[in-house]
Nanobody
């Protein structure tokens, strides 16, 4: 049974940074893609970034240049480094692996 546990969210001022983590368990993940999504209040869940099993990455337009997705296959951990955060990026951030979702971690960007 695949389990995903996100952490690293919190309150940050506009322009600040956060690093999210997603600890995965239940199988080997080195051969699958891993991704981050987010859901702002009153909105649908949207794509943020994805990293392939070979390390290739893809970002949403809003994340490109400010966010960095990475993975550690030795520890089955997915990361999202977020820099220069904006208030409109306040959301619950989720990791997704195959068809599995974590419970999410809240990111609030506010002064």
């Amino acid at each position: 049974q695949v389990q995903l546990v996100e952490s690293g969210g919190g309150l940050v001022q506009p322009g600040g940074s956060l690093r999210l983590s997603c600890a995965a368990s239940g199988r080997t993940f080195s051969d699958v893609n891993m991704g981050w999504y987010r859901q702002a209040p009153g909105k649908g869940r949207e794509f943020v970034a994805i990293i392939g099993y070979l390390g290739t990455t893809l970002y949403s337009d809003s994340a490109e240049g400010r966010f960095t997705i990475s993975r550690d296959n030795a520890t089955n951990t997915l990361y999202l480094q977020m820099n220069n955060l904006k208030p409109e990026e306040t959301a619950i951030y989720y990791c997704k692996i195959l068809q599995n979702w974590g419970q999410g971690t809240q990111v609030t960007v506010s002064s």
